[in-house]
């Protein structure tokens, strides 16, 4: 018996194991059609998870991924409508639901830490898993970069699944074989001129089969793909009818503005609710504790937004504040300084002995550099709209994860998350922050205390700002050597800072975190320059606030880090900063070529002609890596005439971003990014102490004006390759290119961010001292 009890577990484990290797070397499941079918409307038909067509000739396009200003309903769009043939002007995009086929795989994937030109089978492997593993029990979001990258199969596909399902309802009218039918937008047509519109052949169409490996299109055909192409929201923005999630007004909607702990993480010990209580239209009053990385206080619930705030106003609150309350940003960030005696770090890349390398060098440099916390300060505050009806829920929110939303609210109501109904409206900026839940989950427990009625979450300005999830504040310290020749020999560099995954697990999904983050030292390790000895690495910060996702997140100011020491590296080479870079990347001309561009464009090696006033100008290059794209950068810069203001008048801006679906769109979120970019790179600084964020509204925490834009020239690399990221990558180059331009103006080395020029006199005190 028990021989045979041990044959039967061991077979069984075998079988198992069979199973289990069989799965792995199978690819991800489809990800063409729900889980559940579509909705549709009388006279609408689903063709697939991502798109629906009407029998009056229109086109309506699922979009997986939130709209925030980047332009992916226009572009993710364009992927589906070109395989589809449709006639654009009668495409339109409504949010998906969730579901598993919307999941972000690419995202997760890039995530691995691991650098770019690594090719092996073990990696291979690792990444096939992930994504198998994504495709399953992965989330719906949008961030990395990486909307088009991961639907530019799926969408495609959707849409000529579509597109066959429709010739061959046509071939079928007309008794011919599929295989001689072509299309145009919005119709079939017959190898004898015949035509059927879509309109026409919806209904029988939708009723066929799935065609199991539609046919896709090469780029030649490509009808939109690869076109400058208007934003598809451009009209609704224009008239006012776009919606974002503080415009959501469902009937018989309430308000409630919130009284925060004034230090991160702290919550309400005690409050007196009695004059609240007594102004009119107050409805409730109630207590929120912290939840998912937030901070606890108390909400007033009124009939007006007004009402509302001046209730809260009125509030008599003992606080609690927590754990935070002695931390101050200035002594953390001279902490990690510290950290970087002692600490060595985990080593993300390394090639040969780079310490042997630096004993041997003929000259050695050293330098380090400083990044602040940082606020995302967009321009909609955080606000999330939510009822509670005792066994269901609805939220209107502006979030860049719809299921991690919904289980927010979720937790926070007792419900299962199926109970949750999340409607997903425009952002008005993302960047990060609406990747997080905390406030979803604060709205949600609100909202309990007035079941039945809708109770929009308003925060002011000031709140958003100081009860953010910043981007970590960073060290970075640098060793090179040179040869007696001025050629690069050793590269090291160690970082120090808050890890933001870790927390992020813990946050969103109750994990503990653990292992390396790639976020932390992307834009260090990750790059392309040939090194040839090199040890990159960061050391994981525990303490501080919590952090979270920022646009571009670790390249935002690695790229400062890297690319401003290396230009002191061919300084010190006595070369020229764009050759020297160059020499580099002799077996990376993807880099090298969107380098010279740059370069090419901005009329490098000329001189640089002043500026308006006559000021004298300089040029600062930078070259980064991120999100699979390459950007190069030419900043031209002079100083205002008190000799402190650093004055941007143009940026050359050169992308390899493989296929620019919508090459419109690419130049946008460049001038994007680098105006973000330089908001951050010259005035972006959250300074924290005894656990209180010190910013409040644009006057302490400023943006760059109108006026102070640079004219922005755009050079997109022609390619067919897959397309890669372009909602980040041009942040990060710019705020190195502008510092490089500042030395040669200057020739002071800003190795602190936000950039600031030391004044005459101290310079002259620091040219004395040395």
């Avoid at 549709?40 to 991502?50: C, D, R, S």
């Avoid at 009053?285 to 509302?308: C, E, S």
């Avoid at 160059?582 to 990376?588: D, R, S, T, V």
Wanted: hydrophobic share 40%; proline share 7%.
């Amino acid at each position: 018996m028990a021989s045979t009890r041990r044959k039967f577990i061991l077979g069984s484990m075998a079988s198992a194991g069979a199973l289990v290797v069989g799965w792995s070397v199978l690819p991800p499941r489809q990800r063409l059609t729900t889980s559940e079918p579509l909705p549709t409307v009388p006279g609408e038909m689903a063709f697939n998870g991502w798109v629906r067509l009407a029998e009056d000739g229109g086109v309506t396009v699922m979009l997986a991924k939130s709209e925030m200003g980047q332009g992916v309903s226009t572009s993710l769009a364009m992927l589906l409508a070109d395989e589809l043939d449709a006639d654009w002007s009668r495409v339109r995009v409504e949010a998906s639901p969730i579901d598993r086929i919307y999941n972000n795989i690419s995202m997760v994937v890039d995530g691995l830490p691991v650098h770019p030109d690594t090719d092996n089978l073990v990696l291979d492997a690792a990444r096939w898993m992930t994504a198998k593993t994504m495709r399953e029990i992965g989330v719906m979001a949008t961030g990395g970069s990486s909307s088009v990258k991961d639907l530019w199969l799926p969408m495609r596909q959707a849409g000529a699944s579509a597109r066959e399902m429709l010739v061959v309802a046509a071939a079928r009218r007309w008794g011919l074989a599929p295989d001689g039918c072509r299309t145009e937008p919005g119709e079939v047509i017959a190898p004898d001129g015949r035509r059927l519109t879509y309109a026409e052949l919806v209904s029988e169409a939708a009723a066929g089969p799935l065609p199991r490996r539609p046919r896709l299109k090469t780029p030649d055909a490509f009808r939109l793909i690869g076109k400058p192409t208007p934003r598809i929201d451009a009209a609704a923005k224009l008239d006012g009818s776009a919606r974002y999630g503080i415009d959501a007004q469902p009937g018989g909607l309430l308000y409630a503005a919130v009284r925060m702990c004034p230090t991160l993480g702290g919550r309400a010990a005690r409050f007196d609710e009695a004059a609240a209580r007594a102004l009119p239209g107050v409805r409730a009053v109630t207590r929120f504790d912290p939840a998912r990385g937030g901070t606890g206080g108390v909400a007033v619930i009124a009939d007006h937004p007004w009402r509302a705030r001046q209730a809260a106003d009125a509030l008599d609150i003992g606080w609690e504040p927590g754990e935070l309350q002695d931390f101050d940003s200035q002594a953390f960030i001279e902490g990690l300084s510290r950290t970087l005696d002692r600490e060595s770090g985990f080593a993300f890349f390394r090639r040969a002995d780079v310490d042997q390398a630096l004993g041997a060098a003929s000259a050695r440099l050293s330098a380090e550099y400083r990044a602040p916390f940082l606020a995302h300060g967009a321009l909609e505050p955080i606000n999330c709209t939510v009822r509670f009806d005792s066994d269901r829920a609805t939220v209107w929110v502006s979030t860049q994860v719809p299921g991690l939303a919904r289980q927010a609210a979720a937790d926070a109501l007792g419900l299962p998350s199926e109970a949750v109904d999340v409607r997903v409206l425009q952002l008005g900026g993302g960047f990060g922050r609406r990747l997080e839940v905390d406030f979803i989950a604060q709205a949600a427990t609100i909202a309990r205390a007035v079941p039945g009625q809708p109770v929009q979450t308003l925060w002011t300005r000031e709140q958003d700002t100081r009860h953010d999830l910043f981007r970590p504040a960073c060290v970075a310290r640098f060793e090179a050597g040179l040869d007696d020749q001025g050629r690069l020999t050793a590269w090291k560099n160690t970082s120090a800072g808050q890890a933001i995954v870790p927390q992020a697990l813990k946050r969103l999904f109750g994990l503990p975190g653990g292992g390396p983050d790639k976020t932390a030292s992307e834009g260090a390790f990750d790059q392309g320059y040939e090194w040839p000895a090199a040890r990159i690495a960061h050391v994981n910060v525990a303490g501080g606030p919590q952090v979270g996702f920022w646009r571009a997140v670790g390249h935002s100011h690695q790229a400062f880090f890297k690319e401003s020491f290396l230009d002191e590296v061919a300084h010190a080479a006595g070369a020229d900063p764009v050759a020297f870079r160059q020499g580099l990347l002799q077996n990376h001309p993807r880099q090298r070529r969107v380098l010279q561009a740059a370069a090419d464009a901005a009329g490098w090696g000329n001189p640089s002609p002043p500026a308006p006033d006559g000021a004298p100008t300089a040029l600062g290059v930078a070259l980064h890596d991120s999100f699979g794209s390459s950007v190069a950068q030419v900043a031209r810069v002079s100083l205002a005439p008190d000799r402190q203001t650093i004055r941007v008048h143009r940026v050359w801006c050169a992308i390899d971003c493989g296929t620019a679906v919508n090459p419109a769109g690419v130049r946008q979120q460049m001038e994007s990014g680098i105006v973000f970019g330089l908001s951050a790179a010259l005035y972006g600084q959250v300074d924290i102490v005894a656990g209180q964020v010190q910013p409040g509204n644009y006057h302490e925490q400023p943006v760059l004006r109108l006026g102070e834009a640079p004219e922005v020239e755009c050079i997109i690399i022609p390619s067919q390759e897959h397309p890669e990221g372009v909602g980040e990558p041009g942040l990060p180059p710019i705020a190195p290119a502008v510092a490089n331009a500042v030395f040669a103006l200057t020739g002071q080395r800003l190795r602190q961010l936000p950039l600031k020029l030391a004044s005459p006199t101290d310079v002259r005190a620091d040219q004395e001292k040395t």
